[in-house]
């Protein structure tokens, strides 16, 4: 098989063909058609997530298809096309695990950090957390809703129970996580409003064709108070401008693994129970809500395509800003 491969802590990812894996009891192997590049894989080779494993084949939006079985798994064919997202495995026996939070798990895997993941032509998965696809949609375009739109589905689950109405949703940072929600979300009848890096009329063009109502910069108000914000952006530093733009009871969620610090503000803005709450992983649940009702309503996902061997420009065009929507690479 063939990777692309992060050696060490912000080096370049390197190309190596090593044999092909096998899997083992419970795992099934995927040949892969598709990975999208998160911002996370950034996070990961910068070394801002602690304890990868190195070396590890970054990727965790991952499209392909079933090509082999391990022992005791059923429910599987060979062909069959299925993605592979962050949360690769969990333990089963913690009390997360345990109580329905398998998102919270004390001994999990993470795809393309803990173990091996998608910038790599074979992949071998936990089959109990690798999801049935079905036929319909280019692999391409179904690869960013395996990250970028499962994050986002579990934030905006959050952000409604957390405000307990929510009719006007802003979202700080409009990328790949932010171009599949606003779909959902104005679908499903909500008002969306973008925030942008001041000045990024491409991006907040971009927003409105998502269907957003309003886009600025993340240094303007919205037009009303909002029930909830979300941040996609990693940046600590929106948070109070976010609790600001928000109405009483409103939150804040936070959706990045990783965000630079927040920092200190006003006791006032976060007064008459308004919150900041984060999310972590997902939990198959989220994964098998989200991939069922994103083709029934239609999302459309933006991509651009690299081919694997160039995943480290994909990295560096993602960190640059300099597309709209999600990079996919192509083995
Ligand atoms: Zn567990
Ligand atoms: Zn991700």
Known sequence: ?????????????????????????????????????????????????????????????????????????????????????????????????????????????????????????????????????????????????????LIGWRAFKIAGRSAGRLERLGLYGFGAAAHILAQVAVKQGHEVFAFTQPGDRTTQDFARKMGAVWAGGSDEAAPEKLDAAILFAPVGALVPPALKSLRKGGAVVCAGIHMSDIPSFPYALLWEERQIVSVANLTRRDGIEFLRLAPQLGVKTTTRLYPLLQANAALADLRAGAFDGAAVLIP
């Open 1 to 149: 098989m063939h990777a692309m491969v992060l050696n060490r802590i912000g080096a370049p990812l390197e190309w190596i063909e090593r044999p092909d894996p096998f899997p083992g009891p419970g795992e099934i192997r995927i040949k892969i058609a598709a990975c999208g590049v998160c911002r996370t894989d950034l996070h990961v080779v910068d070394g801002e997530l602690p304890h990868p494993r190195l070396p590890i084949v970054p990727g965790h939006e991952i499209v392909g298809r079933v090509d082999r079985i391990g022992e005791g798994v059923s429910g599987f064919d060979i062909g069959e096309r299925v993605g592979v997202p962050w949360l690769g495995h969990t333990c089963r026996k913690c009390a997360y695990c345990a109580s329905g939070h398998e998102n919270l798990c004390d001994a999990p895997q993470f795809t393309g950090f803990t173990r091996d993941g998608g910038y790599a032509d074979l992949v071998v998965a936990d089959a109990r957390f690798a999801f049935p696809l079905g036929e319909a949609g280019e692999d391409a375009s179904l690869a960013p809703l395996l990250c970028a739109g």
